[in-house]
């Protein structure tokens, strides 16, 4: 794959910040839609939720997970572009000691304002997705995937 389109995908998830966040737990899926941030480099994706969501229990249970981004509302606005559809495939890790989950939460509010509240309640939790792959769909027939190294 040209490095162009894998290029293009690490775009589309950092300059988006809404997505779908797929999680299954004994075979059954659950969806939820989420705000989140991208490191630097768009290798992980951070979101916060509550310990107890059920969201955060099946990463628990299961740390492989699937967020979708899509260019819908962008494409309204310019709507001679085709509308793409991007699932990062990933793998939960929790925070380690090398990353301050402070510092992620005040890089959260700073793009999510409508966050900051929930970020305090002292059962939030920061979702960290290393990003294992890409699959871009532009329109209903073109697809190109990709493992991330």
Do not use: W
Request: charged share 30%; with cysteine.
């Amino acid at each position: 794959m040209p490095n162009k389109t894998l290029s293009l995908m690490f775009s589309l998830l950092k300059d988006h910040d809404m997505g779908v966040l797929a999680t299954s737990r004994n075979d059954v899926p659950h969806c939820s839609l989420m705000s989140y941030i991208t490191d630097e480099r768009g290798r992980t994706v951070y979101m916060v939720c509550d310990s107890e969501s059920t969201k955060y229990k099946n990463l628990l249970h299961n740390d492989r997970a699937c967020l979708l981004v899509d260019t819908r509302v962008r494409s309204a606005e310019h709507a001679s572009e085709e509308i793409q559809a991007l699932t990062v495939g990933g793998k939960f890790v929790p925070l380690d000691g090398k990353e301050d989950k402070s510092a992620v939460m005040k890089k959260l509010i700073a793009r999510h304002p409508q966050l900051k509240e929930f970020a305090r309640l002292s059962t939030s939790e920061i979702i960290t997705l290393k990003v294992e792959s890409f699959l871009l769909l532009k329109g209903v027939s073109e697809a190109d995937y990709s493992a991330v190294e």
